[in-house]
Structures are given as C-alpha cells and as structure tokens.
C-alpha cells in the first residue's frame, strides 16, 4: 500500500521540517492540520489513517441522487460539458459516484457506463434506478472503459496511487482520466476568516493538492497529464456571506437567473488566472 503521506514526504512534497500548524482540529475530529510553506499543499496528521471503508459503506446518502444545492447542479452542468466531448459512443466508468448526479445526467451520452460506489445507500438507489452499479474494481476487470472520471474522490483516498495504478490497468489504451480535487491555494482558506478554515477542514479530505502534486501523482501513477483547468465551485455571493456573516452558504436566496451565471463565470477567471480557484479539474490519459 502506497500512502498518500508517504509519497508525498518521498516526493518533498511535504517536509515536516518546513511545515507548520494550521489547525488544532478539523471540524469534526481532534486531527491537526498543516501546510508545507514550500510546496503549499495542506494535509492531516500523517499518523490519521483517514476514515474506514466501513464508516464510507455505513454512511447516510442522499440515495435518490436529488442535488443539495445550487452548487451541485452547477458542478453537474459544468462536468457534462467536459464528457459531452469525451463519452459519446464510449465506455465510461464513474468512480466514487456517490448518489449518480453525473451518471444520471450524462449515462445516455455513452455506448455504456458502470458506476463504482462503496456507500450501500447510493448503490442500492442506483441499481434501483436503473444503472450498472457495483462496489469494487475486482468486479469491472472486462469492462475497459475510455473514460474514468474521479470528481472529488482523490482526496478521501489514503492510498491513491494505488487506486490510479489499479485504474490504468483495467483500462483501455488511450484511456483519459478526469480528475476533480479541492485546490489547496483556494483564496478563500489563504484570506478568509478563520470560521471558513474550520469549516474546510475535514477529516475525510486527507490532503488538498496543488497543480504541482496533482500533476506528481498522477504521473507517477502511469498517466500522462493532457490538460489542467482551474474552477471555481462556489460563486462570489458565497464569499461575500463567509467574508461577512463567517458562515456556509450565502446562496439560498440568490437566483441562478442569467446575469449570475455571467457572474459566477467572470468570478471564476478572475480567480482562476491568479491560481486560487477551489477546485482543480485535470484531464490526464494512459
């Protein structure tokens, strides 16, 4: 088993001679947080060996894959546009699917596609609803998909080069992988107020990457990178509120009419020429 805080310390990335505290605790358990000055990826306690595969199959879910929030239909608009190009008349594996928004919206786009997902609750739902659901990668081997996509699974994973490694080699050649993390230089945890850095942290999210560690793993994992976006998941009004009220959310009472789609997409250039958008989304192929 590859641990991430091992590849990371064998990579310099993270050095314990170069990072310092940023945290006492994470918003939900006593682990300590910090952040290499070098390198700036954030991460845990390396002795934290994250949740167990029983607290993710255990865990409540959504089940009915009905979206949270206004943010969760903006990620599934913004993640079609990305496989529109990429699944027609191919293989698609979703990995960590959770509760299928994207399988849901985007399956008839593909020849076929098969949902890997542990929690017991979105599974059941799923293969309820209609879709090729199962719970490991033992289990799709023969499937060879064309297209992999990860949105926001990496960074719950203790050994994720072990699952990238598993991933290539149950794939078709040519392969691509999109991949979807939260962004370590997010502006809102580098100037933010302290109330949103104790909401952020959490100890299911065991590192927060940067380009320069995304782009490491994944090369070391056998995957050749293809292209790098910046993107920005939460909109300005949601930094507004947290910069005012030092609270989640700040979107209830905001339409998503026309003229705050224009918004949210200039708000997001704007962060993402400095490099401190949210998220990070890399394309990478085998």
């Not at 390198?39 to 845990?44: A, F, H, P, S």
Request: hydrophobic residues 35%; proline residues 3%; charged residues 25%.
């Amino acid at each position: 088993m590859n641990n991430i805080f091992d590849f990371l310390l064998d990579e310099d990335l993270i050095s314990p001679d170069r990072s310092i505290m940023i945290s006492q605790a994470c918003r939900d358990l006593d682990v300590s947080v910090y952040r290499d000055t070098l390198t700036d990826i954030i991460y845990l306690d390396p002795t934290y060996a994250g949740k167990t595969a029983h607290y993710y199959t255990q865990k409540n879910s959504m089940g009915c894959g009905k979206y949270r929030s206004e943010v969760d239909l903006l990620d599934a608009e913004r993640r079609t546009k990305v496989l529109s190009s990429l699944i027609p008349g191919r293989r698609w594996l979703d990995f960590g699917c959770g509760p299928g928004y994207q399988l849901r919206k985007d399956a008839h786009l593909c020849l076929s596609a098969i949902g890997i997902e542990i929690n017991e609750g979105d599974r059941d739902q799923l293969r309820q609803d209609g879709f090729h659901i199962e719970s490991s990668l033992e289990q799709v081997t023969n499937f060879q998909p064309e297209v992999i996509s990860l949105f926001h699974v990496l960074e719950h994973l203790l050994s994720p080069q072990d699952i990238l490694e598993e991933l290539k080699s149950i794939a078709s050649k040519g392969c691509q992988l999109i991949i979807e993390v939260p962004h370590a230089k997010d502006w809102l945890l580098l100037n933010g107020p302290e109330e949103y850095r104790q909401f952020t942290f959490w100890s299911e999210h065991l590192v927060l990457r940067t380009r320069a560690s995304l782009h490491r793993l994944l090369e070391k994992s056998g995957w050749t990178v293809q292209s790098e976006v910046a993107v920005q998941r939460y909109p300005i009004w949601n930094h507004l509120y947290w910069l005012t009220d030092k609270k989640p959310s700040g979107m209830g009472n905001t339409v998503m009419d026309e003229s705050a789609r224009i918004l949210h997409e200039a708000y997001g250039n704007y962060n993402a020429i400095r490099n401190c958008t949210d998220t990070l989304l890399f394309i990478a192929r085998c």
